[in-house]
């Protein structure tokens, strides 16, 4: 088992709510709307600072099965407290709009790796997920110098 990412007395954030969206832990309930928010915007998700020029799990194939192991995953992980996964929901659909991920960086002078996409029919909130991320990760979580590309 992978070492946990933060200290087991700190209190992982469960939500962030903005007028334009909520991030909650993602789970395996949100498989439908998440496959069909990745699935539907594989290019954009490329082409997002943080994905550009690697390789991922955009790339492969997955079907609707497939993912909802790979969220259970993600649950777990965030049981573990060794990487966290929230989904970014409409506030007003609670449809999946996107995700944050938060995990062990490799880069030297970094103590996380943050990622984010959304779903390209909603590229106009990239910039404001990630200034939120950005605000929520240096005021709620104990990391004082997270990768996060800019955007």
């Not at 194939?61 to 777990?76: F, K, P, T, V, Y």
């Not at 449809?95 to 590229?123: F, K, L, N, P, Q």
């Not at 990630?130 to 004082?144: G, I, K, M, N, Y």
Request: aromatic share 10%; proline share 7%.
């Amino acid at each position: 088992m992978n070492e946990p990412l933060v200290p087991a007395d700190f209190a992982v954030p469960l939500e962030l709510r903005t007028e334009f969206f909520v991030l909650e832990p993602l789970e395996p309930r949100h498989n439908e709307s998440d496959y069909a928010a990745w699935t539907s915007s594989k290019d954009h998700i490329r082409a997002t600072p943080g994905f550009s020029g690697r390789r991922t799990w955009v790339d492969g194939d997955m079907s609707l099965a497939d993912n909802a192991a790979d969220l259970a995953i993600h649950a777990r992980e965030f049981d573990d407290r060794t990487r966290f996964a929230y989904t970014v929901l409409d506030p007003v659909t609670a449809e999946v709009i996107g995700c944050v991920y938060i995990g062990r960086s490799g880069r030297d002078g970094h103590d996380a790796d943050v990622r984010s996409w959304v779903r390209a029919d909603r590229a106009d909130l990239d910039k404001p997920l990630h200034d939120a991320v950005t605000q929520w990760l240096s005021e709620a979580w104990p990391f004082r110098h997270p990768d996060y590309a800019p955007r």
